[in-house]
């Protein structure tokens, strides 16, 4: 008999768990969906005004030393399949004008993708360095998946999507279907990629700074590469962007 009062005791309380555990899970869910619709416009403007002022800069600086830029093309960071005029004008002119799209958020792919090369050819022909890699896979994303809500393509998608204007809609579907297809996958390329640096961080595998970002892991994240390293434990880095933007 006690027994049973006791059963019939917990079958409320079950009862209310049951029932209050969902709508926490809801709630969670909705603040979640909340932040990303308030931060990541945001931070994704604060992404590309940053990129474009890494390179604005230094294409000003060259412009007002146009003489100085002409010897560093010849000298200091050649490039063998173009002449050092020619790799002059070129990297200046992207470092002025890409930028200034990439921070409006006009023509976003197009201009990630000249900075993007610019980035590579830095990179792989002239001076390696670990914050380089991180704006190659930021440019990448841009590549793959434009610019946020608070950009003039989203305002410009908006009213273009249904325009009489020759390939316009077409360009527009085929960058939204460039976008569904390729992002997945290009985050959980990104993902693999530092997953793999933390990796070489806790082997000691130092030498591979032209393709990891090793040198700003080791500094910060020595200790949970050695934890992988020892432990064998999986790495999941997170990076999200909001789809629901998306007209």
């Not at 990541?40 to 060259?62: C, E, H, M, T, Y």
């Not at 991180?134 to 610019?147: D, K, N, Q, R, S």
């Not at 990796?199 to 700003?216: E, H, R, S």
Request: proline share 5%; with cysteine.
């Amino acid at each position: 008999m006690q027994l049973q009062d006791a059963l019939g005791e917990r079958k409320p309380a079950d009862s209310r768990i049951g029932s209050i555990l969902p709508t926490i899970i809801a709630l969670n869910a909705d603040a979640f969906i909340l932040l990303r619709r308030v931060c990541w416009p945001l931070l994704d403007l604060g992404f590309r005004i940053w990129l474009a002022q890494q390179f604005f800069v230094s294409g000003l600086i060259k412009v007002t030393h146009w003489e100085t830029a002409l010897d560093l093309a010849a000298h200091e960071y050649p490039v063998s399949w173009l002449s050092p005029t020619a790799a002059a004008y070129t990297g200046a002119a992207i470092e002025v004008i890409a930028p200034i799209f990439l921070a409006s958020g006009l023509l976003t792919r197009y201009a990630a993708t000249a900075l993007l090369a610019l980035s590579l050819v830095i990179q792989f022909s002239y001076q390696p360095f670990d914050s380089q890699l991180f704006w190659i896979a930021l440019f990448g994303w841009y590549v793959v998946t434009g610019a946020g809500s608070m950009s003039l393509d989203q305002l410009l998608r908006r009213g273009l999507a249904d325009s009489a204007l020759p390939w316009v809609p077409r360009i527009i579907r085929i960058s939204e279907a460039v976008r569904a297809r390729f992002s997945p996958t290009y985050l959980s390329a990104i993902r693999i990629w530092l997953g793999i640096t933390l990796l070489a961080v806790a082997f000691g595998y130092a030498d591979l700074g032209l393709w990891l970002p090793v040198a700003t892991l080791g500094a910060h994240g020595a200790r949970i590469g050695h934890s992988l390293g020892c432990r064998g434990a999986g790495v999941r880095i997170g990076c999200s962007a909001d789809d629901e933007y998306r007209p």
